[in-house]
């Protein structure tokens, strides 16, 4: 799949553009703070809905603005798909084919984009929140069922939270709403559990042989989902349940003094292992960086197995931040099918003969020339 044109109405800087793109590489050139990185924000929530730089849809709208547009004609294998999405202090509008959608989840999936920022090298060493996010966002472009499932959880967690901060410092709970909450908590939370397990595994497939590719043969990269009550790949739904259940039993003082959920997917992390080594813990700056790298080569690749098609690939100011070994490598795995946009401030010293095939656009103070 590939974006063959973008417009934009009232977004972040730009009062009004309309771009066409090319089907392989794009490199947006400009000084810092011209516009260069919200041209590819807007690519990326085109695709997800929402923004990888803020939580706050009404920092995407132009100032002074009443809404925010942007539209975009995705080329698939089955044909030509417009999509587009209105943003608005009352909320979002979401349109595929110029149909309004009821469900943001509904309008996910159609248009599958990997972002690799320079934040994403902090993937590894970054919070377990960071590496829960890129979980979540990335299973929720190959599985709407998935986004619903998650949405379901986070309700049912904020519901019990909130019966545990009204109870707080209580030595015991007597309350049979919170029954009710807590099992329907822990069926919500074994769905999305299983659903990580699984991508897991098919990132670890990925990763793994990319991985040992850039390290020329050296390093084994083990991806594992780390389970804060114990719960492994293996286990049946009903033993994911029972652990679940017990560990919360167990602890319900525990929860009660602090006034919150402990226990559940809001509080698990991802781990990587370098040679059976804790990357995190042990591995040097250029092995954390190669195995950023490795996850997002391998999401592309997962994605192109599960959807059919390869996603579409932002590069947004990365380039400059790997040497040139792997910048290389990068460069070299994307040629062909992946439509790749580039954000950077001079193609100069980036030796590769797919940038110099590629489509130029000059962006400076929110206006683009091509």
Known sequence: MYIERLELKNFRNYDSIELDFSSKINVLIGENAQGKTNLMESLY?????????????????????????????????YGRLPLELILSKKGKKAKVNHLEQNRLSDYIGQ???????????????????????????????????????????QKILKQRNHILKKHQGQSKLNDVMFDVYTEQYINAAVKVIQKRFQFMELLQKWAEPIHFGISRGLEKLTVAYDSTIGIKADYS?????????????????????????????????????????????????????????????????????????????????????????????????????????????????????????????HVEQGAVIK
Do not use: C
Request: net charge negative; hydrophobic share 35%; charged share 25%.
């Open 237 to 361: 739904e009903s033993q994911m349940k029972t652990t679940l259940e017990t560990k919360i039993f167990e602890n319900q003082k525990r929860e009660l003094d602090r006034g919150v959920t402990l226990y559940g997917p809001h509080r698990d992390d991802l781990k990587f292992f370098v040679n059976n080594y804790d990357v995190q813990t042990y591995g040097s700056q250029g092995q954390q960086r190669t195995t950023a790298l490795s996850l997002k080569l391998a999401e592309i690749e997962l994605i192109k197995q599960e959807v059919g098609e390869a996603p579409v690939l932002l590069l947004d100011d990365v380039l400059s931040e790997l040497d040139d070994y792997r910048q290389s490598h990068l460069l070299t795995t994307i040629h062909g099918d992946v439509q790749t946009f580039v954000t950077t401030t001079s193609i100069e010293g980036i030796a590769h003969d797919t940038i110099k095939q590629a489509k130029m656009f």
């Open 111 to 153: 248009l599958n984009v990997v972002m690799f920022a320079p934040e994403d090298l902090f993937l590894v060493k970054g919070s377990p929140q960071v590496r829960r996010r890129f979980l979540d966002m990335e299973i929720g472009q190959i599985s709407p069922r998935y986004l619903h499932d998650l949405l379901n959880f």
């Open 45 to 77: 929530v085109l695709s997800m809905a929402k923004s990888h730089r803020t939580s706050n849809d009404k920092e995407l709208i132009r100032w002074e603005a009443e809404y925010g547009k942007i539209i975009g004609d995705i080329h698939k294998k």
